[in-house]
């Protein structure tokens, strides 16, 4: 073998090998790449599931929020409309001719008497004529409110106590009337 061949073989391995190592070079490069964009995939979907419960968890805070608000505000308008109702009332009571005044008077004592010996009585000035016995007058917009002769025991039979009272106790009748 001459000079040239053996130059040849040479050059021929030589190529050989750099090719080979240029192709190992060219799939290893190609597969860093791929696991790069795997790995971005990956990483973009991880991004996209935190954004979306984000996103998520961010509405349900908003939709509490938003929820919460309109409670308050039905609990505001039926607490006006419950105040506008009970204004009603004592409007129509103080326009009450005097025979029904003292009829529901009447019944209002009957009440207090069954509950408590009755010592004195606190009402307004035009009502203090429908009792009897120890009548004080008192600032009060109707119905009236009865002590015992010492003073300890009082029961408020005033009109705004009693409608506070009906009030109180169907307020939740009111609340699912307002709802349906």
């Not at 060219?26 to 996103?55: F, N």
């Not at 009402?123 to 002590?147: H, Y």
């Amino acid at each position: 073998m001459g000079l040239r061949e053996v130059q040849q073989e040479l050059t021929a391995d030589a190529t050989r090998k750099s090719n080979a190592i240029l192709e190992k070079a060219r799939e290893e490069a190609s597969a860093i790449i791929e696991k790069a964009r795997k790995e971005a995939s990956e990483i973009k979907e991880l991004a996209l599931k935190d954004a979306k419960s984000a996103a998520e968890e961010n509405e349900k805070k908003e939709f509490a929020a938003a929820m919460l608000d309109a409670k308050k505000r039905l609990l505001a308008e039926e607490k006006r409309m419950m105040q506008e109702a009970i204004e009603n009332v004592k409007s129509h009571l103080a326009k009450l001719r005097a025979e029904e005044r003292k009829e529901i008077l009447a019944k209002l004592l009957s009440r207090a008497e069954a509950e408590l010996e009755i010592g004195k009585i606190l009402c307004r000035k035009s009502d203090m004529a429908f009792f009897q016995g120890n009548v004080i007058e008192a600032d009060i917009s109707g119905g009236f409110t009865a002590e015992n002769s010492d003073g300890t025991i009082s029961m408020d039979f005033s009109f705004d106590a009693l409608l506070e009272a009906t009030a109180e106790r169907h307020s939740q009748e009111f609340h699912k009337a307002l709802l349906k």
